[in-house]
């Protein structure tokens, strides 16, 4: 029977609940470990970023749950940043942001309904620290892009994640572009919130009053 058609009848029985998620699991593990060659398996197991899950499935709606979570609360974030923003020309690409991370909760939304998966991951503390600071309009502008700094200190910190996770897949071809192309995304943001921050503070050290010698 053709691999693709399996999955697709799997999930069918899975929606309509004819089958059991436990049942369901065991078989798209099942189907994971079948290679080319009749009767032939291969490792039942899947290691990614120092953890080792049974499948590759398993390991990519795991980490999608997770990435979708992140990028909730980074749409927000921005998103009640812009609504204070103060500074002239940073408000607009911090709408740009919050809509960047927005569509990339969208689309890993959709790529965990195509696995038969399901989003559980909420807010991490950190996250709804983050999310409350940037909101915040008694924090400047300035201190909250420093704030991002000393968390990202170089962009490519933001997405090494991702690329190292994408790098790992074997089967799962349309997780592994998808996080190719959301990383460019967050390599893009992260450096300009970085070039802003460095900036403003120079515009901000600029304008300071000379103190006489």
């Given at each position: 029977?053709?691999?693709?058609?399996?999955?697709?009848?799997?999930?069918?029985?899975?929606?309509?609940?004819l089958?059991?998620?436990?049942?369901?699991?065991?078989?798209?593990?099942?189907?994971?470990?079948?290679?080319?060659?009749?009767?032939q398996?291969?490792?039942?197991?899947?290691?990614?970023?120092?953890?080792?899950y049974?499948?590759e499935?398993?390991?990519?709606?795991?980490?999608l749950?997770?990435?979708?979570?992140?990028?909730?609360?980074s749409?927000?974030?921005f998103?009640?940043?812009?609504a204070?923003?103060?500074?002239?020309?940073?408000?607009?690409g911090?709408?740009?942001?919050a809509?960047?991370?927005?569509?990339?909760?969208?689309?890993i939304?959709?790529?965990?309904?195509?696995?038969g998966?399901?989003?559980?991951?909420?807010?991490?503390?950190?996250?709804?620290?983050?999310v409350?600071?940037l909101?915040?309009?008694?924090?400047?502008?300035l201190?909250?892009?420093?704030?991002?700094a000393?968390?990202?200190q170089?962009?490519?910190?933001?997405?090494?994640?991702?690329?190292?996770?994408a790098?790992?897949?074997?089967?799962?071809?349309?997780?592994?572009?998808?996080?190719?192309?959301?990383?460019?995304?967050?390599?893009?943001?992260?450096?300009?919130?970085?070039?802003?921050?460095?900036?403003l503070?120079?515009?901000?050290?600029?304008?300071?009053?000379?103190?006489?010698?």
């Amino acid at each position: 029977m053709n691999r693709d058609f399996e999955i697709r009848q799997l999930l069918r029985a899975f929606r309509s609940g004819l089958m059991s998620e436990a049942a369901f699991e065991e078989e798209m593990t099942r189907l994971e470990h079948e290679s080319g060659e009749p009767g032939q398996l291969e490792s039942p197991s899947f290691e990614a970023g120092g953890r080792v899950y049974r499948s590759e499935r398993e390991a990519v709606l795991s980490f999608l749950d997770e990435l979708h979570a992140t990028q909730m609360d980074s749409a927000i974030g921005f998103a009640k940043w812009a609504a204070v923003c103060r500074t002239k020309g940073l408000r607009t690409g911090l709408v740009i942001a919050a809509e960047r991370e927005a569509y990339h909760a969208r689309i890993i939304q959709r790529r965990v309904h195509e696995l038969g998966g399901e989003l559980r991951a909420t807010t991490t503390e950190q996250g709804k620290q983050m999310v409350e600071v940037l909101g915040n309009g008694a924090i400047s502008d300035l201190e909250k892009l420093s704030a991002l700094a000393a968390v990202i200190q170089e962009p490519q910190q933001a997405v090494a994640p991702l690329l190292a996770f994408a790098t790992a897949l074997n089967r799962d071809i349309e997780t592994k572009q998808a996080l190719r192309l959301l990383a460019e995304d967050e390599l893009s943001t992260a450096a300009w919130l970085r070039e802003c921050g460095t900036a403003l503070s120079a515009s901000q050290t600029a304008a300071m009053p000379h103190q006489p010698r």
